[in-house]
Structure formats: structure tokens, C-alpha cells
């Protein structure tokens, strides 16, 4: 499920960073001009440059991409995860009324006659509308797909109007906190997964924040929005967020200190639970009691299944901006040690929670089903890895390369490359008739292809080839009818 | 490199049909609410649709796509090729000019302020665009996206709006005909891998065309137009061609039968190239000539790559729609066989070509950069794959299903599946605190799960569980200790 406050982060990378990372060029058969790393420029023409906010991937990028997409569906696999797909656009109509204030955000297409239509803006509202077309009240699905938000890069340097969601969610109603529990665990899987380094995940319950609005005297109409003013924590100090509740939100000093008082709490999860439980006012109100025991019931399933206890806070103060979540909430952030070890968030890289009402939006007959889900945040994965990553990526997977010491042999390269293909390895030569053997065995470094097998007239009168280990630049002569079961056995 | 006519094809699919597939909703856990297979409707709310021409994806609709993407991805990098991608939406300067007469089926995104954006509507116009402003002059890249065409579906039933092009090109200055076999090689390897039945590869050379309009005695100015004529020849009669050249294109009947004459050729590339050889007129004129002997060497090569001779014909009826084709033009076509063998063309799979001259419409300095590629029609192939599958497809791929065989026992499963999970094993369980054995076992049949671990209390006591083979439906009793060797020996 693909959230504000997830994407808010997912899609802050550095846009113009990724583009200066050099596409592997082959220069060896290259037609003199120069390859240039950089894609935000071409020259006179105001037409060649990719709209605002977008990027093109390269191929290293791609590599990234690719690796990292299948790091995390191997994990949505191992919890038995089906695979959906869902239109670039929707009818207007489904998006509305969805994203609140953030709705101006949603691009529209032109009005060219028919259906008005929009492109999502992120995977869950297409998700509800699916499963309410359907009728489906069960499915355990992951979705991976680009959303498209109009922001403002002056106001929000960095962020991209096209971006990855990576969604994993659980519909269907089942016992209390077992799916729940699924998702945190899932979070906790592929953060190790990746290697990105420490990270926390913080958890909450809609209700318990319901519950401390109530108790602290707000009044009901001003819960989503106080929410919203909670929301900015991560961001803001409480003096600033206080005064957003005195100043545009109407809350009374008195009201607001207490919230600020009882949502400043956060610790391991038994040491806030045993702090909570001896709060007389928290337990005496039933909504933020009710909270605390599905919490506790939560944490409980999460130990079940694995999860340490050092990778995850009960967090009071964690909100999440949009409306529509009804129960558990969590955001999983990247942490930075500083100076005697101190943890210090350097960002959400995952969040979701869930949502038991979106789905009756849609149906006819506002039939629910109770969903509850995750996204992580993957442009921000590429970006770190993308940093990160000083040795070169391989951007193809090629085997073999099959070059050649002389000119006109081309006919002789063609036979053994079909040969190699035929038997299923990876094989490229030079697209050149005559190509340079010193450009050849270039390419073959630069691309990494591990093999070359080389010849020349002299290896064809005796019926040979030369094998090369590109890496070590050894070379052996083999007998041209043993290359492919040599090369299979180098290749296993 | 997507183009016009492959995709006339491409998007030729059942749209209603997919759907119909009933997506395999999880009924153990269901809520009550039955699930109907059909998503084209959803009850009295009109806005409970997806846009005309486009569908959404059911986890079986999607395990098709990921095996018939999975086989043409493994060829694509059996060639060596890298991967790129590009945004969805492009300046809308970027497509002008560039689809003749289908400019009119671009999709346009509203003006919300800022820059004039339409959906692209190929792969092959961004990719140009990519090389040029990124100054990469050789790339061997595929690129599999989705395009996005405004056609009317009164006109052309079954169509889809959104639909999948799925491209291979070459670009770089090399030797003649090198890059153009391989193309040609790569789709006889994927349509032979992917089994959708008998195919033909259609080859001409747009040369060869230009030289026959030049001999017939066709005006410079006409000769585009005169092309698209001829491209309608796969689907109308000569008489319905000849008719459209003479009396909506003004040729005189004279000339349009001696073009008749001439393109009407077909067969196998040795005999046409016989036959054309012996043609004085087509011999005399030096485009002509020069166009034959190019395609004498793209054979010879086809030939050293092993293509086999049945999979091609040399055709010199085919056109291509495009105007940007420059040299080889080719077009893979599925046979049906009537009675008594004959073959009969049941649509295009495959097409594409040589374009050397549209990178050099975006770039600056008008540099060109020479390109060959190929575009599958991946929807036809998805849609024949659903339509012949008759055994249900798995979609997901869970290994061991945790089952209980009595209440109560939820915390106990979970542990289990935690040391699943932890051993990389792809587990489930209900997430019903206490699910009926019998519903538990049915979902692990109907999802074909090979294994299912069940647990009882006297199990529990024993420190044993029950392993049960799903197909065979046999259990064993095995020591709780040693469950993971045992489950990582039968499902290695």
C-alpha cells in the first residue's frame, strides 16, 4: 500500500545524480563522437529533455533496479504473495475525494472525448478499486508499479514526479493482528535483505491516538486533523507543531500540552507497554485501552515470528497523514549513529498500515474488506545503492565473447556464435567485419564478460580456438569440437 | 522497436476474455461474500470500472506475463542486450511528427500549467530520443513498457488503450547486415521458445520497394503514400490496393499493375533471389540491384546463424506501415494450416526493421545514428497462452503450507513459520486464529502447495508434526527438529 508519508521520502533522491552515472558506452565500436554521461542537456533544441521531474534509466541504473526489485519479491514470494497489475490511469472519478489536500497533486489527461481519467497516484486506491470490481474478499497480492504526482520541485528539491511503489498487502477478514504482525515482519526481512544499513521500525495505533485526542478533550471533528498536526513530529519540534494546533487548528494551550505530554513516549515496546499501563487515564479511557491491547497482542505475534526486539519502537507520536487507516500504523526509518552511539532517523524508507473502510468506498452495496499493507520505499533503496556502489555494475550477462585476431573472418565468428547460442550461453561479438583485437578484448574488460574465445587463420587450420580468461588474460588452446562442453564446465 | 503494423496486431487481443479468468480468490478465508469472476462490472456505481481499452491484471493473468516476459528477457540477454527505461509520459514536441496520420491517437495530458505532455506511444521514439540526448552513439538495449494508444474500439474490436510493447535494438554504425540478422535470429529464438505454434518471418528491404516504385515509374513525392498502399496487402486483396493507388493516390492503372507485377513475389530467399536476378528491369535499376544484394548477404548470415530456411521468406509485398524504415523491414506472422498443408498467415507476432535516420531528427547537430530492432507482440502471445491453458496455473509460489489441526494452536504455527521463513522457505498459514483442517488442506490443494506441515496437540506433546504431501495426499510423522532438513531435501 503506497502512503503519503512513505512516498514523501520514497521519492526524495537525488535526480540528477543518478543521470551523471556513465551508460557503458561501447567504445570499441563506437562512431567517434564522444559519449556524454549527462542526460539533462542535449544541445539547442528545447525539446530534448525528458519532462520535469522524470528521469531516464540507464543501463547501470537499470542493473540497480533490477536487483534490488528482485531482493524484495523474493521476500513478498517466501510469505506467499500473488502478483496484480492495474491500468497507468483511472477513470477521475476513483481518485476523488481519496487524497485530501494532496489531490492537486494528481495529473489529469486532456479531454480528448470519452472518460475523464487521471494517472494513479499511488497503489492502493487502484488496489480498493480492484477489489471491489472484482468481488474479491480475500488476497495476499504485491503490486510494483510507477505513481505520478505533480509536486512542486521548487518546494520540494529532489523528489520525482514519476516513482516505484513496491506494495505488499493483506486483504481479507481475518483474527486480530496475524496479517499485521505478516507485514512488520516482511518490513524487517527486506530492510536486512538490502544491506542499507540500520534502520528502526516504528509502530502505532490509530485508535490509541484516537483515544488520547478523546481524553486529552478534543473535540471529535478535529481528530483527523489534529492527526495531520501530529503527523509533522518527524519533521517539526513540539513547539512548532504545538502552535500549528493552538494557531490554525483551535485547540486550547491547555488541550494541546497535554497531547504533547501524552504522545511523547517511545521506547521498546514492553517498556512503553508497562509505562502505558500504569497511566491511570490512558487505561481508564476504553478506545486508548482497547489500542494498548492490540498493541500488546501485536508484539507478541511480531516475537512469535522472529522479529527483534531492537528493530522495532512503540512510537505514541507516529501519525501517518492519510485518512483512511484504521488501525495499526508503522514507518520504518534509517538510522544514523552519531557521535557515543546516539540513533538519529535519516528518513522513512518503508511505512503502511491498516485500512478497513477504503475498499466500501467503491463497492455499491459499501461492503468492507479489511486491508492492511506496506510500501517500501524503493527510489530510495536505488539512490542509496546507486551512491554506495564504487566497483561497476555488469549491465549485460554475456558469457562469451567471440572475437577475432584477423580481418575477414566474420563467416567463422557467426558459426561459433550460433553455436554458443544454441546451446543456451551468452554470447556477443563485434557488429565490425574487421574488427581490432585489442578493441575487442577492451570491450570484453570493460563489460566484464568473463570468457573470449579468439581466433585467427592459424587456429582454424589446426581446428582450434583460443580461450581466454579475460580477468587473468591466461590463454589455452582448445580443440574447436570440445569449446562448448570446456565452456559449459568453465560456466557451471 | 515498436512500429505500426506489429502493434496493429499486438493489441488484437480478447480484452473480455482475460477477464473472465477467475482470479483464485482464497475461499477459505473468504468472508462470505462470493467471489465473481468478471470484472467488467461492479454494480450500480458507475465509476466502478477501469478505462475503456484497458484491464486490469489477475494474479493468473500476471503469472502468464511473467513466464512469457521471463523466456523473451532470457534470450534478450542470451544477445547480450542491456536494459533501459524511460518515463511513461514525454514533452509532447518529442512525438510530433513522428506517427504520420496515427499523430491523432496520442494521448495528451491535460495542461495543468508547465509543460505540454502526451503518454508515448511506442518504445522506439523515446529510445531515440534517449540517444540523442544522451549522446550514446552504440547501444544494444530491449526495453519492455507499456504504450498507451487512443484507438477507437468501434473500429477495432478487441484492441486494448494500454498494452505492452516489448523492443530489441541495435544502434551504432557497423557493417552491413551484421546487427539486421541477429534481429532476425533473435525472433526465430523466441517465438520457437515460447511454442505458440508455426511461424513465418516476412523479409523485404525498403529499398527494394523504393527501387520498384523508381522502375514502375512512381513519382519521388508519392512513394511514402504508395508504401502504406502496399502495406495493406496482408490484409485486402491486390484488386483493393490497386484501386485505393489509382484512385485515392492518382497513380495511372498502368503503373499501378507493373507495381502489381513486381511485388507480388514471394517465397523461399533462394528462389526469389533467383528469380529476381533473372529480372532484367529490376536488374537494370541500381536501387533495386542494390537493395538485392544487401538482402543476398542478410540471408547468407541468417544462414550462418542458423536460422532455418523455413522459418524465412523473401517478400517483397511486405511494406510495413512506418515511415522512418530505411533498409531491412521484417514481420513474423503465425501459420494456421488448412487442409491439404496449406499455410495460412493468422496474424503478425513480430515486426520491425532498420530506421537509420530518426535519432538524427532530435539530435542538435542532426547526427544520426543507425538502428535496427524488433518489437514481440507480447499481448497476442499472452492471450494465445491463456486461452490454450487449460490447467490451472499456480500464482504463487509457496512451498509448505502451516496448518492446525486443532484451536488454539495459532502461536504455535507462527513459530513455525518463523523458522520457515528463517531457512528461506516460502510459507503460509491462515490468518484465522482457529481455521477448519479440512478448509485448510482444500486451500493447499487448490493452490497446489506441494507440502503441508500439520500440527495437533498431540503432535505438539510428541515433539513431532505431521509432514502430508498434498498431491498424494500420504503424511508422515517426522521429529519436529529435524523438519527443515527434511522439507530443504524434498523441495531441492
Given at each position: 500500500?503506497?502512503?503519503?508519508?512513505?512516498?514523501?521520502?520514497?521519492?526524495?533522491?537525488?535526480?540528477?545524480?543518478?543521470?551523471?552515472?556513465?551508460?557503458?558506452?561501447?567504445?570499441?565500436?563506437?562512431?567517434?563522437?564522444?559519449?556524454?554521461?549527462?542526460?539533462?542537456?542535449?544541445?539547442?533544441?528545447?525539446?530534448?529533455?525528458?519532462?520535469?521531474?522524470?528521469?531516464?534509466?540507464?543501463?547501470?541504473?537499470?542493473?540497480?533496479?533490477?536487483?534490488?526489485?528482485?531482493?524484495?519479491?523474493?521476500?513478498?514470494?517466501?510469505?506467499?504473495?500473488?502478483?496484480?497489475?492495474?491500468?497507468?490511469?483511472?477513470?477521475?472519478?476513483?481518485?476523488?475525494?481519496?487524497?485530501?489536500?494532496?489531490?492537486?497533486?494528481?495529473?489529469?489527461?486532456?479531454?480528448?472525448?470519452?472518460?475523464?481519467?487521471?494517472?494513479?497516484?499511488?497503489?492502493?486506491?487502484?488496489?480498493?478499486?480492484?477489489?471491489?470490481?472484482?468481488?474479491?474478499?480475500?488476497?495476499?497480492?504485491?503490486?510494483?508499479?510507477?505513481?505520478?504526482?505533480?509536486?512542486?520541485?521548487?518546494?520540494?528539491?529532489?523528489?520525482?514526479?514519476?516513482?516505484?511503489?513496491?506494495?505488499?498487502?493483506?486483504?481479507?477478514?481475518?483474527?486480530?493482528?496475524?496479517?499485521?504482525?505478516?507485514?512488520?515482519?516482511?518490513?524487517?526481512?527486506?530492510?536486512?535483505?538490502?544491506?542499507?544499513?540500520?534502520?528502526?521500525?516504528?509502530?502505532?495505533?490509530?485508535?490509541?491516538?484516537?483515544?488520547?485526542?478523546?481524553?486529552?478533550?478534543?473535540?471529535?471533528?478535529?481528530?483527523?486533523?489534529?492527526?495531520?498536526?501530529?503527523?509533522?513530529?518527524?519533521?517539526?519540534?513540539?513547539?512548532?507543531?504545538r502552535n500549528e494546533m493552538i494557531n490554525e487548528k483551535g485547540l486550547s494551550p491547555e488541550i494541546a500540552d497535554k497531547i504533547g505530554k501524552k504522545i511523547q513516549v517511545s521506547g521498546k515496546p514492553n517498556d512503553v507497554i508497562?509505562?502505558?499501563?500504569?497511566?491511570?487515564?490512558?487505561?481508564?479511557?476504553?478506545?486508548?485501552?482497547?489500542?494498548?491491547?492490540?498493541?500488546?497482542?501485536?508484539?507478541?505475534?511480531?516475537?512469535?515470528?522472529?522479529?527483534?526486539?531492537?528493530?522495532?519502537?512503540?512510537?505514541?507520536?507516529?501519525?501517518?497523514?492519510?485518512?483512511?487507516?484504521?488501525?495499526?500504523?508503522?514507518?520504518?526509518?534509517?538510522?544514523?549513529?552519531?557521535?557515543?552511539?546516539?540513533?538519529?532517523?535519516?528518513?522513512?524508507?518503508?511505512?503502511?498500515?491498516?485500512?478497513?473502510?477504503?475498499?466500501?468506498?467503491?463497492?455499491?452495496?459499501?461492503?468492507?474488506?479489511?486491508?492492511?499493507?506496506?510500501?517500501?520505499?524503493?527510489?530510495?533503496?536505488?539512490?542509496?545503492?546507486?551512491?554506495?556502489?564504487?566497483?561497476?555494475?555488469?549491465?549485460?550477462?554475456?558469457?562469451?565473447?567471440?572475437?577475432t585476431a584477423q580481418k575477414g573472418l566474420v563467416e567463422e565468428r557467426v558459426k561459433i556464435l550460433s553455436t554458443l547460442w544454441g546451446s543456451g550461453i551468452k554470447a556477443e561479438h563485434s557488429y565490425k567485419a574487421s574488427p581490432?583485437?585489442?578493441?575487442?578484448?577492451?570491450?570484453?574488460?570493460?563489460?566484464?564478460?568473463?570468457?573470449?574465445?579468439?581466433?585467427?587463420?592459424?587456429?582454424?587450420?589446426?581446428?582450434?580456438?583460443?580461450?581466454?580468461?579475460?580477468?587473468?588474460?591466461?590463454?589455452?588452446?582448445?580443440?574447436?569440437?570440445?569449446?562448448?562442453?570446456?565452456?559449459?564446465?568453465?560456466?557451471?
Amino acid at each position: 500500500m503506497g502512503d503519503q508519508v512513505a512516498d514523501k521520502m520514497e521519492n526524495l533522491t537525488t535526480s540528477d545524480k543518478g543521470q551523471k552515472k556513465e551508460c557503458p558506452a561501447k567504445k570499441e565500436d563506437g562512431d567517434g563522437v564522444p559519449a556524454a554521461p549527462s542526460s539533462s542537456g542535449g544541445g539547442g533544441k528545447a525539446a530534448l529533455k525528458v519532462p520535469k521531474g522524470t528521469r531516464d534509466y540507464s543501463p547501470q541504473q537499470m542493473a540497480i533496479r533490477e536487483s534490488v526489485l528482485a531482493t524484495i519479491i523474493q521476500c513478498f514470494k517466501r510469505h506467499g504473495a500473488e502478483n496484480i497489475d492495474t491500468p497507468v490511469f483511472e477513470l477521475k472519478d476513483v481518485l476523488t475525494g481519496k487524497y485530501g489536500e494532496d489531490s492537486k497533486l494528481i495529473y489529469d489527461l486532456k479531454d480528448q472525448g470519452g472518460e475523464i481519467l487521471s494517472l494513479r497516484y499511488d497503489l492502493t486506491v487502484p488496489f480498493a478499486r480492484y477489489l471491489a470490481m472484482s468481488k474479491i474478499s480475500s488476497i495476499k497480492r504485491y503490486h510494483i508499479a510507477k505513481v505520478y504526482r505533480r509536486d512542486n520541485p521548487a518546494m520540494t528539491r529532489g523528489r520525482f514526479r514519476e516513482f516505484y511503489q513496491c506494495d505488499f498487502d493483506i486483504a481479507g477478514a481475518y483474527d486480530p493482528m496475524l496479517p499485521d504482525a505478516e507485514c512488520i515482519k516482511m518490513v524487517e526481512e527486506i530492510l536486512n535483505a538490502l544491506q542499507i544499513g540500520e534502520f528502526q521500525i516504528k509502530i502505532n495505533h490509530r485508535q490509541i491516538l484516537d483515544g488520547v485526542f478523546e481524553l486529552c478533550g478534543v473535540p471529535l471533528e478535529k481528530f483527523r486533523e489534529i492527526c495531520s498536526s501530529v503527523d509533522k513530529l518527524d519533521k517539526s519540534p513540539w513547539e512548532e507543531v504545538r502552535n500549528e494546533m493552538i494557531n490554525e487548528k483551535g485547540l486550547s494551550p491547555e488541550i494541546a500540552d497535554k497531547i504533547g505530554k501524552k504522545i511523547q513516549v517511545s521506547g521498546k515496546p514492553n517498556d512503553v507497554i508497562a509505562q502505558l499501563k500504569s497511566d491511570t487515564d490512558f487505561m481508564s479511557n476504553p478506545t486508548t485501552k482497547q489500542g494498548l491491547e492490540s498493541m500488546e497482542l501485536l508484539f507478541k505475534y511480531c516475537q512469535l515470528m522472529g522479529v527483534e526486539e531492537s528493530s522495532v519502537s512503540f512510537d505514541l507520536s507516529l501519525a501517518r497523514g492519510l485518512d483512511y487507516y484504521t488501525g495499526v500504523i508503522y514507518e520504518a526509518v534509517l538510522i544514523s549513529r552519531g557521535k557515543g552511539g546516539a540513533a538519529v532517523g535519516v528518513g522513512s524508507i518503508a511505512g503502511g498500515g491498516r485500512y478497513d473502510t477504503l475498499v466500501g468506498m467503491f463497492d455499491p452495496k459499501k461492503r468492507n474488506v479489511p486491508c492492511v499493507g506496506v510500501s517500501i520505499g524503493v527510489e530510495r533503496v536505488f539512490s542509496i545503492i546507486e551512491q554506495r556502489s564504487d566497483k561497476k555494475i555488469r549491465t549485460t550477462e554475456t558469457q562469451v565473447y567471440v572475437a577475432t585476431a584477423q580481418k575477414g573472418l566474420v563467416e567463422e565468428r557467426v558459426k561459433i556464435l550460433s553455436t554458443l547460442w544454441g546451446s543456451g550461453i551468452k554470447a556477443e561479438h563485434s557488429y565490425k567485419a574487421s574488427p581490432k583485437l585489442l578493441q575487442q578484448l577492451q570491450y570484453c574488460e570493460e563489460m566484464q564478460i568473463p570468457w573470449a574465445v579468439v581466433i585467427g587463420e592459424g587456429e582454424l587450420e589446426k581446428g582450434i580456438v583460443k580461450l581466454r580468461n579475460v580477468a587473468t588474460r591466461e590463454e589455452e588452446e582448445i580443440p574447436r569440437t570440445d569449446l562448448i562442453p570446456i565452456l559449459k564446465a568453465r560456466l557451471s
